[in-house]
């Protein structure tokens, strides 16, 4: 059988980029799950993401439960710590936060996931997490304690691609931050996408399918989008988003 990253880069070798649909398992989310999946399912993304860096309340485990139990594409964790790992993922972005010095996000967390990673038979895909300023403080910058890379200079971002790749991992993960003003210009795309052999998601401020088919085009492998269907709640968008990154 296959695995979910083997799945991922069959779809971006096929479709030529993939998408991966964010959702915050947060209180905020409640009622929507129930719709919010089925919509996802019928939308012809190609994994779901969930995580987020702050929560609410307490039912982050019990809403990653349903949302596994009524999706039928691979629900991967996007974890903002150790303490969202559970049983109901097919695997994890086993990521460290590489743009930031802070090293309980870069090796801490990680050592305290590694075993209950094991123990509960997820498939880790090694990521290094690149945060970008999206234009205004995100909850990922406060929360992660780290100072984001600027969006102006293509040549750091890629000197941190490169790293990730000669250290061994997979992906990375060009994230703007959520609900963030600005996205990941197409310049750091293009720079990323010739200099390094990653594959590479792309997310953070993407609002239209227009803006996503604009990144994919830079060369993005896989494209995230999480507040734009949560705040609209028009779900119909992810099916014109999944289009516009297909390229059908
Ligand atoms: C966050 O990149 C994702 O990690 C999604 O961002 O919510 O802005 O779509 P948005």
Redesign the pocket.
Known sequence: MNTVFEHLLDIRKEKGAGYLV?IDPDRKNDGILDDLVPAVNESNADAILVGGSFFMDGKFHERAARIKELAKVPVILFPGAANQLGPHFDAVLFMSVISGRNSNYLIGEQVISAPIVKDLGLEPISTGYMLFEGGGSTTVEFMSNTRPLPMNRPELAVAHGLAAEYLGMNLLYL?A????KESIPTGIITAVASETGLPFIV????RTPELAREKVEAGASFI?????VENTNDFSLLAKFAAAIHGV
Not at 203 to 206: H, K, N, S, T, V
Not at 224 to 228: A, E, L, W
């Open positions: 964010l994230e931050g959520s609900g963030a997310g953070g401020g993407i995230v989008t999480g507040t734009v």
